[in-house]
């Protein structure tokens, strides 16, 4: 859902332990070239007004690149690996 924002290139998710039943989204967001700024806080609520309530990312970190794996799709463990050290 994230990809609908005009501002996204690529976006990896994993879910983050939070101590309860459940888990945590955490959301990898790199954004494209010239496009307008955009912060975290903003991705944050565009993902709230399309998404249910346990589906929205608690955290999105903006970076340059994700991590790709030999097939190319995102390295989810890679990204699980830099969140919980």
Known sequence: ????????QAVGVIGLPDGQD???VQAHVVLR????????????DFARTRLAGHKVP???ILTARLPL???GK?????????ACP
């Open 22 to 24: 459940g888990g945590l």
């Open 33 to 44: 070239d010239g496009s307008p700024p955009v912060t975290p806080a903003q991705m944050i």
């Open 1 to 8: 859902m994230l990809y609908r924002h005009p501002s996204v």
């Open 58 to 60: 608690v955290r999105v």
């Open 74 to 82: 995102v390295d989810r463990l890679a990204l699980r690996r830099d």
């Open 69 to 71: 794996g030999l097939t």
